[in-house]
């Protein structure tokens, strides 16, 4: 059991920053993969990124790398997207997943059975 809530979203100017959080509660947190997806209306969700709780690796989609940033606290059951450098087309609903350690493609939504309500981006331009 693996439940997630994100928090931290809100409206910024483009160029801006904020910093999401995904607050994990369930045993055995710290075995799962947990991935950042995003929506925008009109559009499908896509993969932003994703941290390993165990080994500590990420991974980033082309379109944000070099821009978002995700670090993790297991001790405080949480993980965090940091986004700077934002654009109008980063805006969307924000969620937080999770998935068993050792899935073989991080970008893929089939791969997370657990998954937050999702936080809110607005980008201004």
């Known amino acids: 059991q693996l439940q997630l809530v994100e928090s931290g979203g809100g409206m910024v100017q483009a160029g801006g920053s904020l910093r999401l959080s995904c607050a994990a509660s369930g045993r055995a947190f710290s075995s799962y993969t947990m991935g950042w997806f995003r929506q925008a209306p009109g559009k499908e969700r896509e993969f932003v990124g994703v941290i390993a709780w165990s080994g500590g690796a990420t991974y980033f989609a082309d379109s944000v790398k070099g821009r978002f940033t995700i670090s993790r606290d297991n001790a405080k059951n949480t993980v965090a997207l940091q986004m700077n450098g934002l654009k109008p087309e980063d805006k969307g609903v924000y969620y937080c997943?999770?998935?068993?350690?050792?899935?073989?493609?991080?970008?893929?939504?089939?791969?997370?059975?657990?998954w937050g309500q999702g936080t809110q981006v607005t980008v201004s331009s």
């Open positions: 997943a999770g998935a068993p350690a050792g899935i073989k493609n991080w970008g893929r939504e089939g791969q997370y059975g657990y």
